[in-house]
């Protein structure tokens, strides 16, 4: 996974201060159609269901990689709800 490691990275450009992220999750299933499309036949969605999609073990990752760190998310759906709150 990428997500961790760029995380990891911001966090070492600032060594010893308290870092925040803010992150807006979209709904997995709009992802279905470009992961299908990656590779032939062999792409990250062989054998896997799109209903078992999730953001869990990405996110779990995050942090065990990034200890500490404040992480806030949101459903990006949700975006134009919470717009003053995201600004």
């Known amino acids: 996974m990428v997500a961790p ?3 990891a990275a911001f966090r070492a450009l600032v060594p010893g201060r308290t870092i925040e992220f803010q992150m807006a999750l979209c709904n997995p299933a709009i992802l279905v159609p ?14 896997q269901e799109a209903r078992e999609l999730s953001w869990l073990s990405t996110l779990t990752q995050i942090i065990r990689t990034n200890p500490g760190i404040r992480l806030t998310l949101w459903c990006n759906e949700d975006t134009p709800l919470i717009w003053p709150d995201v600004l």
């Open 34 to 47: 470009t992961l299908a499309r990656q590779g032939d036949g062999g792409g990250p969605m062989t054998g």
């Open 5 to 7: 490691l760029r995380l």
